[in-house]
Nanobody, 124 residues
Framework: QVHLVETGGGLVQAGGSLRLSCAVS????????MGWFRQAPGKEREFVGA????????SYVDSVKGRFTISRDNAKNTVFLQMNSLKPEDTAVYYC?????????????????WGQGTQVTVSS
């Protein structure tokens, strides 16, 4: 089965930056579209963005457009989430996930394998 491990979370001040990584193993990484989600305490898991198999297309939720960038390195079986201009409302556990469903989907049901998550905390 596919195994995903997110790293790079931490505590930052508002306006700062973090870069999350998600290392994928188990099958050919380039077979999967990749998504990033986040979940704050007491809230539903929220779509952040997704990237196509080749990395040529991306999609983002409106609240992170212009601040977050998803990229991937298929040779290293890794997807990244670069987060700039962080806000306190970005505080959440961030998860990466794989998808084989057509399109860059924002719904949870389109994603089949998930990492354990990494905590991002943005202070005022």
């Amino acid at each position: 089965q596919v195994h995903l491990v997110e790293t790079g979370g931490g505590l930052v001040q508002a306006g700062g930056s973090l870069r999350l990584s998600c290392a994928v193993s188990g099958r050919t990484f380039s077979n999967y579209k990749m998504g990033w989600f986040r979940q704050a305490p007491g809230k539903e898991r929220e779509f952040v963005g997704a990237i196509s198999r080749s990395g040529g297309s991306t999609s983002y939720v409106d609240s992170v457009k212009g601040r977050f960038t998803i990229s991937r390195d298929n040779a290293k079986n890794t997807v990244f989430l670069q987060m700039n201009s962080l806000k306190p409302e970005d505080t959440a556990v961030y998860y990466c996930a794989t998808s084989s469903i057509y399109g860059l989907r924002s719904d949870l049901s389109a994603y089949s394998s998930w990492g354990q998550g990494t905590q991002v905390t943005v202070s005022s």
